[in-house]
DNA sequence: GCATTTAATTCACTGCTCGAAAAAAGGATT
DNA sequence: AATCCTTTTTTCGAGCAGTGAATTAAATGC
């Protein structure tokens, strides 16, 4: 934007806008260039001021149960590169997360030689819970994930810093930027699919390691009930992911179990099913609704969240849930005082995702940018 | 503290805080003394420097389902005067909320001529849920208060500002003072009672009207299940809370209504039969503890307190409830995997809830302070 | 070519903070 | 009692981020 309207917007003067400008322009930080809609408007034109997309750039990691994305950014939050490949379950039982993250960084530098040296910061989306160093998990529903060091042999091999970041946080992040009229509400984000997790979002973002992302697909739904890939019984996600509405719906005894992988044809078929009125499918899918909407009803106890997206694969099923968990919502007495959150469908959940891991990112390379300045400031002083 | 020691505390130079210190005590803020272990040390002897107990004044009120404690604290935060009196559950039927409180508040004022004129803020701890503006509760437990505005005809008699904050997150932030060595973890502070509440506190304390205090006692336990004050069914509360416990105990049908108010002696006998071996007596102390219990592993899965306080008249049933809250704590995933968090006792609810309160409403003078000072800056300007 | 309009810069100034040096206030030593 | 030692506090000059007012810059409209 123009220097006029940054300083509206961040609340300085004019004249410090400038100071900071012309400083930041020197350091290569940031750089001029026209306003596009300026055409035909009096007075002097404004110059925009952007973020110099080469000054620095880093790499977005998403990994998932089923496949890897392995992205290449530059400082303005535009994609240079990206590679996408699919991953089996079994392929981190020989490779370790780490060496197989290198590959694909190796491969995205490689193809990008301008852009490699100016690498600053490598952030990975991971699911599970994060140890207290955040370097790796301590569980993760990825198999072969839990309690290998990733951010640490990153750091060694690439010499910049990186973070693991918990998913459902991201997603929640990512999602909000859908909604920018929420103001300052809380929002949630409900994955369906392999696995049930959430992730809220406060316009302030606390987005500590205790908050922010939660492990609700593990919130017990039905204390004993349908066994879960985590080994508890009764979890949300026991109902709710794939692999408990398919169970359901094929009358496969609930303590059996859990598949490891469901093909999304399977799912997909499924819903069809239940979309054209097959009974045991519907029922299955009455389940589910029923076990997020009191897991939801429990949550808003907690944290009210003004609205809640539902996206992952499981979004395709929602008007199979819907009016389960419309139902339970309404018998708590959180909805019944405070109104019920909206509920919307986002069916592409690695949008948001991308979008919340890539703000995370270029909040971290603008603290470097200022950590630099800083350290600049204390050098000078020293003759 | 010291001058040098609020130095190192507050990362300002001993310059600043000189500068500071001197200003602030020709305001009147700040107070000199003698720090008291300082007879026999070498050098200068450090000179306190201490809040001016008499630069302004506060109210604090509790209200309960049973009684109403006022409190005039100075702005050291010692206790100047208290008034206490019980509350029977009617009485507020034919009386505002806000009148009520206007006959305390005078009282408390007519006795103190002296503090009277520097009373700043009034603050009130409240049960219930806030509505936005924060002026009244749109739900309470406490008979005929929800939809009465408190706050407004507050400001408007005294002419000083006044907050309502909930009791459940003062009762944590309160506990967390007694528990100084939890870090930057988070605590949950549970309330048995009359009611069961809980509350979160951190240690950058969100504390917004979205979070830190909680509806825990308004969790679904069981769909379905035990009639609640609250008018659903299956709340924690209705399992957990005095009356819950005595239905259960005496065999009451579970969707029979809920006594309004239970004497505490009831509770005590009801404890102490359950302790001397009483079947049913201990049986529905078995159903509350599992209820909060099962709450408590569904929280676990949000925000993953390091540390829970029991407190309230419950807390003397803790030894019977145990076992249930473990068992349904250690069956969830994230305590499996982070480990359990420590759970004490603290008989004394009322003590954190003041301590709370009081922290709270000194930040509030504090702001008031530093608006003061920017006022007068802004003034010094014009001419 | 000149008035008008809007954007950006310059410049003198303020307030906050700091480091280093000096002063203050005691006990310890002789 | 005089002097040294230790620790706290204050003083002083300097630096820096930020500001308002005035000025300059760059366009359009007439």
């Known amino acids: 934007m123009s220097r006029t309207r940054l300083a509206v917007v961040t609340g300085l003067s004019n004249a410090s806008i400038t100071a900071i400008g012309s400083e930041l322009i020197a350091q290569g930080v940031l750089a001029e260039g026209n306003i596009a809609d300026s055409a035909g408007a009096r007075g002097r034109p404004a110059v925009e001021l952007s973020f110099n997309r080469r000054a620095r750039h880093a790499a977005i990691i998403e990994i998932d149960v089923t496949r890897v994305r392995c992205s290449l950014v530059d400082y303005a939050g535009t ?19 780490a060496m197989f993250l290198f590959e694909r960084i190796d491969q995205l530098l490689r193809r990008n030689p301008a852009e490699a040296p100016s690498l600053q910061h490598i952030a990975v989306s991971v699911q599970g819970i994060l140890d207290r160093s955040g370097d790796s ?21 690439y010499g910049v810093a990186s973070t ?17 009229d929420l103001g300052d509400q809380p929002l949630a984000a409900v994955f369906v699919g392999s696995t049930v997790a959430m992730g809220l979002s ?36 026991a109902y709710a992911a794939d692999y408990g509405v398919l169970r359901t719906a094929y009358a496969v005894p609930e303590h059996s179990p859990p598949a490891p992988k469901v093909p999304p044809a399977a799912y997909d078929e499924l819903v069809h099913l239940a979309q054209t009125g097959r009974r045991t499918s519907m029922h299955a899918f009455n389940l589910a609704g029923r076990a997020i909407g009191f897991g939801l009803s429990r949550l808003m106890t907690i944290a009210a969240p003004a609205h809640i997206v539902i996206t992952g694969p499981g979004a395709s099923a929602f008007a199979l849930m819907r009016s389960e968990i419309e139902t339970a919502l309404r018998d708590s007495l959180v909805c019944r005082i405070n109104g019920q959150p909206t509920i919307t469908v986002h069916h592409d959940e690695r949008e948001p995702i991308f979008q919340g891991l890539l703000a995370s990112v270029l909040g971290v390379l603008d603290t470097s940018v200022s950590a630099l300045h800083n350290a600049d400031a204390a050098l000078s002083g020293v003759p």
């Open 79 to 97: 994609l240079v590169d990206r590679i996408e490949s699919p991953m089996a379950p079994e392929v981190l039982a020989d490779t370790p997360p």
């Open 137 to 157: 998990l301590k569980w993760s529903p990825i198999a072969h994930m839990s309690g290998q060091s990733i951010v640490e042999p990153i750091r060694q091999r």
């Open 164 to 180: 693991l970041v918990k998913r459902g946080g991201l997603l929640a992040d990512g999602a909000r930027l859908l909604y920018p």
């Open 202 to 237: 406060f316009p302030d973002r606390l987005a500590g390691p205790d908050f922010g992302a939660t492990e609700f697909g593990h919130m017990n739904h039905i204390p004993g009930g349908a066994l879960c890939r985590c080994g508890q019984k009764g979890c949300i996600e």
